[in-house]
């Protein structure tokens, strides 16, 4: 441990083990003065918080009942809820939902399982973990942006996925022309997406893991578990904070999915890859209208606060 | 461990045809497409799409600001969200109870839906500025270097991912230090944090990533060239005629130091793991 200058200081409290004078007058002044260090200590982090998230949220919430533009002369107007009744008579929306939902359902269980199975790939010591660890996570830290400009160049017609897949296949394979088909944008996106994110969840994933007690593994071989049962009985328990945290937030991100889209196909072709998001940012940065996209920004919330509530409660603690 | 390396060329082959193709002339790209020279670099290979980067956009001023950004940005986050978490994980404060469950609230806000009302509020923030000795009061952030620093420095999943880890560290040596009269501030900094190096490499690679990767603000909020960070100097290639090995050069060059840089605080993060004895 490294706590060594505190722990070989001699303590006089130990060595004198003289009654404190006034001890409850003592108590009241630690206590006054465990408040004050306490919230001097949380305050900045969490004026950041309110000024640049909660008090931006709660303005867009606001804005979302008014006709407010990014650059306007007119003065701002409450309208009610013209903005929604518009954005649910549109369907952009509802097929920007329906793509939201078709990523989101193949992204979630397909991410967390692979990054699952990466962080256990690369728990144990053995030669090279180093190098395993490392390239794993080379995606990650590859920008998104970067990622879908070099995906897009290799989803070209005569890019490199397609002759992979023919080099692969024997020829057998035609590869699409992924991007500019409706029925392959989708799953072009979904592709590279779980390419790049797993090596991120697989860090959270190996945090988890290594905060389980090597104990409880010596215990469980000398038991004769076998490999099986040591990740049914010991590694899935204890991962059970992590994997909500993961799920919750490979959720988040996947209903968020912007970038990709912005990057690679605007949306196209035809709407197939168009995303709450990605309507948000167009209505509100594109065509300035701030109270449109703030309405849009609110159904968004509205929907990630209910799905992390029903995840919540999937993933509960049973009793 | 055979998976282990289909994972792992599944992992890099982009990467790698990335970096090969940026050493390339554009008909030798598309030349070794169909065969394995598409990962080697072999044939005509020179700096030249560096060169031509250089000439093209100001990736020199680019770097700078970013790397100045994203270190400011690191810096104070660690310090700000470890000394929050501190106090929520180990000090009985009053009220600490909601203060967490209102910063784990904030987690649930994807910041691009707070991204449209932060440009029109960051706008009406006031900004100070020391001008000799006469303060300067002026209004508006857009177009400034804190405007894509400050918003980005308190983070509830750095809060949580130190609370996470200061909760896993026993109390009793907080009791130790404080019958040894040290104070709150000092059992964070020579108690606690010393201890949580593994929390802080990862808070500190979670923090970096986003500010050096960082698209969609400075897109809207900054105007001056000279303030612009490394993504969007991406949009100067499609301006004219796209020559896809510029592109790659300059996407390998705004990635490898990245790279570099994480196999850095990779060594550290593991290194640290197994001092610290977190595991007893």
């Keep these: 441990m490294t706590t060594s200058p505190l722990a070989t200081r001699p303590r006089p409290a130990a060595t004198t083990p003289a009654p404190l004078p006034s001890a409850p007058h003592r108590r009241r002044a630690g206590f006054l003065r465990e408040q004050i260090s306490g919230w001097g200590m949380i305050a900045p982090a969490a004026l950041l918080l309110l000024l640049f998230v909660f008090l931006p949220a709660v303005l867009g919430f606001g804005l979302a009942f008014t006709n407010a533009r990014l650059i306007s002369p007119r003065p701002v107007e409450f309208v009610g809820t013209d903005n929604f009744a518009r954005l649910f008579a549109d369907p952009t929306f509802w097929r920007a939902l329906l793509n939201v939902t078709y990523f989101a359902v193949v992204v979630v269980p397909v991410q967390s399982a692979l990054a699952l199975a990466m962080a256990l790939l690369i728990n144990k010591k053995f030669r090279g973990v180093n190098f395993f660890r490392t390239v794993y996570f080379l995606p990650v830290v590859t920008s998104m942006v970067v990622v879908s400009l070099l995906w897009l160049f290799m989803y070209r017609k005569d890019g490199l996925i397609n002759e992979l897949l023919s080099t692969f296949s024997f020829g057998l394979i035609q590869g699409a022309d992924w991007l500019n088909d409706p029925a392959t944008a989708m799953p072009a996106i979904i592709a590279l997406s779980i390419w790049q994110a797993a090596g991120f969840h697989m860090i959270i994933w190996l945090a988890g893991l290594q905060s389980i007690s090597g104990e409880l593994y010596e215990a469980a071989q000398l038991d004769g578990a076998s490999r099986w049962h040591q990740f049914r009985y010991v590694t899935w328990p204890g991962l059970k904070h992590t994997r909500s945290l993961v799920l919750v937030t490979i959720t988040i991100q996947a209903l968020g999915l912007f970038d990709q889209v912005s990057v690679m196909t605007q949306g196209g072709p035809l709407d197939s890859t168009t995303t709450i998001i990605y309507e948000a940012v167009r209505s509100g940065f594109k065509q300035q209208e701030t109270s449109y996209a703030s309405a849009i920004s609110l159904v968004f919330f509205v929907l990630v606060l209910l799905i992390s509530a029903v995840q919540r409660y999937l993933t509960r603690e049973k009793d | ?280």
């Excluded at chain 2, 909020?221 to 050069?249: C, D």
């Excluded at chain 2, 993060?269 to 197994?274: C, Q």
């Design chain 2, 1 to 280: 461990m055979l998976v282990r390396i289909l994972f792992a060329a599944v992992a890099a082959f982009p990467i790698v045809f990335m970096l090969v193709s940026s050493l390339k002339p554009d008909t030798q790209i598309f030349g070794d497409m169909s065969s394995v020279a598409a990962f080697l670099p072999v044939g005509n290979i020179s700096f030249d799409n560096y060169a031509a980067v250089f000439d093209r956009v100001p990736a020199a001023r680019f770097l700078v600001n970013s790397i100045g950004i994203s270190a400011v940005t690191v810096v104070l986050g660690i310090f700000i969200n470890s000394l929050c978490a501190f106090a929520l994980s180990r000090m009985e404060v009053r009220g600490k109870r909601v203060v967490f469950t209102v910063i784990l609230a904030t987690l649930i806000v994807p910041f691009q839906t707070l991204a449209l009302p932060l440009v029109w509020w960051v706008n009406q923030l006031p900004y100070f500025e020391l001008n000799g000795f006469s303060l300067e009061i002026s209004k508006g952030w857009l177009d400034t270097y804190q405007v894509q620093i400050i918003p980005f420095i308190a983070n509830a999943f750095s809060i949580y991912l130190y609370h996470q880890y200061f909760e896993s560290i026993p109390k009793e040596l907080d009791e130790a230090a404080r019958i040894d009269g040290a104070g709150w501030f000092k059992i964070y900094r020579q108690v606690v944090m010393p201890l949580a190096g593994p929390a802080t490499a990862t808070v500190a690679i979670l923090t970096f990533l986003p500010a050096w990767n960082s698209y969609l603000w400075p897109l809207m909020v900054v105007q001056s060239e000279e303030l612009r960070p490394v993504m969007i100097g991406i949009q100067y290639f499609f301006q004219l005629n796209v020559s896809w090995g510029e592109v790659m050069a300059y996407a390998s060059l705004i990635t490898v130091p990245v790279v570099v840089l994480f196999i850095a605080f990779q060594r550290s993060f593991i290194n640290s793991i197994a001092s610290s004895g977190v595991k007893g």
